[in-house]
C-alpha cells in the first residue's frame, strides 16, 4: 500500500466539557478515497474542519507528507495550500467574478503571477463544462455551479488531498449529480480526498474506505464493500437502515 499522506493519532476535541471527538486514530494513503460516515451530531464536520485547522484540538497529533504538525496559525496557512477544503456553502466573493475567485488563493496566498494562474482556471473550469461562465458573478449560478466553481477554486491551488463536508447538502436534488461526477473524476486521477457524505451510493462506488463515526468515536474502519454488505456494528447497520440503503 502508498505510503499514508495523513496520519492521526489519538485526536480529542472538545468544547468545555463536552467531548466532541474521542481518541480518534487513522490513515489516509495516497489516492486513498476515504468516506466519512455517521449520524448528524456524530462528529463528521468537526473532525474533517481539525484536518485543516478551521478547529483546534485538545489532544493528539496529525502529520501530513512525513511532518508532525505543529498547530498554529503559521502552520495552518502554509498546509491549507496543501489541503483544499469545500464547504456546503461555496463561500465565494459574490463582488467578484468566477474567475477572480479562482485566481484570488493562487495569487494573493501561493504568489503564483495571474499569466500563469488565470490559464489554468479556464482549463479547470472548461474541464467541468463551465468555461463559459469565467466572467460571470456568483448571483449568475444556480447551486450546482456554484459548487463546482468552489472545487475549481481548491483544485487552483494544487493541493495534495481535498476534503469535502457535505458539499451536495444544499443542492437542490437535480443539481447533486454533477457535483457529484466532478468528485468522481477526481478520484478517477488518483486525487487523495476524505468526504463526509449523506450520499450512499456514491460512498460505495467511489470510496475505498469508510470510517464511521458514532458519537464521537470511529466504530468501523472498514472497506466500502464490506460495510455496506455487512455493516460491522448495529449502530452502522441501523444508519444505513435511516438512509433507505
Same mark, same amino acid.
Given at each position: 500500500?502508498?505510503?499514508?499522506?495523513?496520519?492521526?493519532?489519538?485526536?480529542?476535541?472538545?468544547?468545555?466539557? =463536552?467531548?466532541?471527538?474521542?481518541? +480518534?486514530?487513522?490513515?489516509?494513503?495516497k489516492?486513498?478515497?476515504?468516506?466519512?460516515? %455517521?449520524?448528524s451530531?456524530?462528529?463528521?464536520?468537526?473532525?474533517?474542519?481539525?484536518? =485543516?485547522?478551521?478547529?483546534?484540538?485538545?489532544?493528539?497529533?496529525?502529520?501530513?507528507?512525513?511532518? *508532525? +504538525?505543529?498547530?498554529?496559525?503559521?502552520?495552518?496557512?502554509?498546509?491549507?495550500?496543501?489541503?483544499?477544503?469545500?464547504?456546503?456553502?461555496?463561500?465565494?466573493?459574490?463582488?467578484?467574478?468566477?474567475?477572480?475567485?479562482?485566481?484570488?488563493?493562487?495569487?494573493?496566498?501561493?504568489?503564483?503571477?495571474?499569466?500563469?494562474?488565470?490559464?489554468?482556471?479556464?482549463?479547470?473550469?472548461?474541464?467541468?463544462?463551465?468555461?463559459?461562465?469565467?466572467?460571470?458573478?456568483?448571483?449568475?449560478?444556480?447551486? %450546482?455551479?456554484?459548487?463546482?466553481?468552489? +472545487?475549481?477554486?481548491?483544485?487552483?491551488?494544487?493541493?495534495?488531498?481535498?476534503?469535502?463536508?457535505?458539499? *451536495?447538502?444544499?443542492?437542490?436534488?437535480?443539481?447533486?449529480?454533477?457535483?457529484?461526477?466532478?468528485?468522481?473524476?477526481?478520484?478517477?486521477q488518483?486525487?487523495?480526498?476524505?468526504?463526509?457524505?449523506?450520499?450512499? =451510493?456514491?460512498?460505495?462506488?467511489?470510496a475505498?474506505?469508510?470510517?464511521f463515526?458514532?458519537?464521537?468515536?470511529? *466504530?468501523?474502519?472498514?472497506?466500502?464493500?464490506?460495510?455496506?454488505?455487512?455493516?460491522?456494528?448495529?449502530?452502522?447497520?441501523?444508519?444505513?437502515?435511516?438512509? =433507505?440503503?
Amino acid at each position: 500500500m502508498a505510503e499514508a499522506l495523513l496520519s492521526v493519532r489519538h485526536l480529542e476535541k472538545a468544547y468545555q466539557k =463536552n467531548v466532541i471527538l474521542k481518541d +480518534i486514530s487513522f490513515d489516509v494513503h495516497k489516492g486513498e478515497v476515504v468516506a466519512l460516515l %455517521g449520524r448528524s451530531g456524530s462528529g463528521k464536520s468537526t473532525l474533517i474542519r481539525t484536518l =485543516n485547522g478551521l478547529e483546534p484540538f485538545q489532544k493528539g497529533e496529525l502529520t501530513f507528507a512525513g511532518q *508532525t +504538525i505543529v498547530p498554529n496559525a503559521a502552520t495552518w496557512l502554509q498546509l491549507r495550500q496543501k489541503i483544499g477544503m469545500v464547504f456546503q456553502s461555496y463561500d465565494l466573493f459574490p463582488n467578484l467574478t468566477v474567475l477572480d475567485n479562482i485566481c484570488l488563493a493562487p495569487t494573493k496566498v501561493a504568489k503564483r503571477p495571474r499569466a500563469q494562474v488565470a490559464p489554468e482556471a479556464k482549463e479547470l473550469l472548461a474541464s467541468v463544462g463551465l468555461a463559459e461562465f469565467a466572467q460571470r458573478y456568483p448571483r449568475q449560478l444556480s447551486g %450546482g455551479q456554484k459548487q463546482r466553481v468552489a +472545487i475549481v477554486r481548491a483544485l487552483a491551488m494544487h493541493p495534495e488531498m481535498m476534503l469535502f463536508d457535505e458539499v *451536495t447538502a444544499s443542492l437542490d436534488p437535480e443539481m447533486v449529480r454533477g457535483v457529484l461526477d466532478m468528485m468522481v473524476d477526481l478520484a478517477k486521477q488518483d486525487m487523495t480526498m476524505i468526504v463526509v457524505t449523506h450520499e450512499m =451510493n456514491f460512498a460505495r462506488q467511489v470510496a475505498d474506505r469508510i470510517l464511521f463515526l458514532d458519537d464521537g468515536l470511529i *466504530t468501523a474502519d472498514t472497506t466500502a464493500e464490506a460495510f455496506f454488505t455487512a455493516p460491522p456494528t448495529a449502530s452502522a447497520k441501523e444508519f444505513l437502515a435511516s438512509m =433507505n440503503f
